[in-house]
């Protein structure tokens, strides 16, 4: 379904991707691990078209990706929660979601199921939804950012480092969630440094290395061989 085919991706002079090939079938979870600075959110940039593309193709459902801004992305399928979670922090929780819910084509009365489904899997943001976004715990900021996503209706969720800095029992929540999306049939690529919650929700995992994938394999074959992950990830 996503495609990149030899990717490479410059930040004015310096060139960070060197060739980044990466698959994601649909409704398939596919994790990306690597140290830090490897280029992981560059590649989640790459196909947001957010980072000059110097070479490659990105693909997705057979479509060249070159060129769709944002929103064009969104209604392609694909939706991406950055590694800093970019809420509005001065809005509420419930204008947050609207800003994904309020789009052409979607009725207010499938806008109200998509956001019963959204506060179903989060029952926080449903206590919470009319306090604004900034005053919410990192934890629950990070939920709201993937519900924001969620109500997008995507066939892909990007998520950056979701896990990033949260208390174990925000990483239990959005572990649930990853499952949950994965059961509704949504693929999803995990770029995470937690390589246990990595290797436990993803079919497949790549191990990115100084700007290329150095090692892509099923992810039971990495849970009952830890050599691999030892050798990139030094864990
Ligand atoms: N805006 C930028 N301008 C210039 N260089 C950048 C920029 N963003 C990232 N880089 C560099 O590109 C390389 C890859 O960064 P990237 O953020 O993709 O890594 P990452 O794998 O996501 O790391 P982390 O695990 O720390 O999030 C790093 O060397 C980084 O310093
Ligand atoms: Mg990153």
């Known amino acids: 379904m996503l495609v990149l085919d030899a990717v490479h991706a410059h930040y004015g002079k310096s060139h ?22 490897v280029g992981k ?15 490659g193709r990105i693909a997705f459902e057979g479509r060249d990706l070159a060129g769709l801004p944002p929103h064009g992305l969104a209604r392609l399928g694909i939706a991406w929660v950055p590694e800093e979670r970019r809420i509005f922090r001065l809005l509420t929780v419930l204008e947050n979601l609207r800003t994904g819910l309020d789009r052409p084509g979607l009725s207010a009365a499938r806008r109200e199921v998509v956001l019963e489904k959204v506060y179903r899997h989060f029952p926080i943001l449903r206590e919470r939804r009319d306090q604004a976004g900034g005053t919410l715990s990192g ?37 649930e969630i990853v499952h949950a999306l994965h059961q509704d049939g949504v693929a999803i690529l995990l770029v995470e440094q937690n390589v246990p919650l990595t290797l436990e929700a993803a079919g497949r995992v790549y191990i990115m290395e100084k700007g290329l994938v150095r090692h892509h394999a099923p992810a039971a074959e990495l849970r009952a061989d830890h050599g691999v992950i030892h050798e990139y990830l030094g864990v």
Do not use: C, F
């Not at 519900?147 to 949260?166: C, F, H, N």
């Open 41 to 55: 959110t560059t590649t989640l940039k790459a196909i947001m078209g957010l980072v000059q593309r110097t070479g």
């Open 16 to 37: 960070v991707l060197h060739g980044v090939s990466i698959e994601v079938r649909a409704g398939e979870v596919v994790g990306l691990l690597g140290r830090n600075g």
């Open 139 to 175: 934890g629950e900021q990070q939920m709201l950012a993937i519900a924001r996503a969620m109500v997008l209706e995507p066939k892909i969720i990007l998520l950056d480092e979701p896990t990033e800095g949260l208390m174990p029992r925000m990483v239990a929540q959005i572990r």
